[in-house]
């Protein structure tokens, strides 16, 4: 079965650096684009960046262009998210997700704090 598991969150000061990853099984890791989303305390979930399946193309939320990179290792089917010049407002549990078919499977997340 597809199964996401996210890592690499934590606590980090304001203008810090993190590296999310997300770890990928059960399904042809190459073939498919993937995502990561964020949801903030009492906000909705929103869509970060997206690559596709080869690496070569990547999209980002306007907030974090410039200061987050999407990529991807296809030999260990694994997606990151390096997260640089972090704000308190990037505060929230960031998900990785894939659509295989008409399934869309979410990771359980990582959270990610921002503070001083």
């Known amino acids: 079965q597809v199964e996401l598991v996210e890592s690499g969150g934590g606590l980090v000061q304001p203008g810090g650096s993190l590296r999310l990853s997300c770890a990928a099984s059960g399904f042809v890791f190459r073939w498919y684009a993937l995502s990561w989303y964020r949801q903030a305390p009492g906000n909705e979930r929103e869509l970060v960046a997206t690559i596709n399946y080869s690496g070569s193309s990547t999209n980002y939320k306007d907030s974090v262009k410039g200061r987050f990179t999407i990529s991807r290792d296809n030999a260990k089917s694994t997606m990151y998210l390096q997260m640089n010049s972090l704000k308190p407002e990037a505060t929230a549990v960031y998900f990785c997700?894939?659509?295989?078919?008409?399934?869309?499977?979410w990771g359980k997340g990582t959270l990610v704090t921002v503070s001083s």
């Open positions: 997700t894939v659509l295989v078919g008409q399934s869309g499977y």
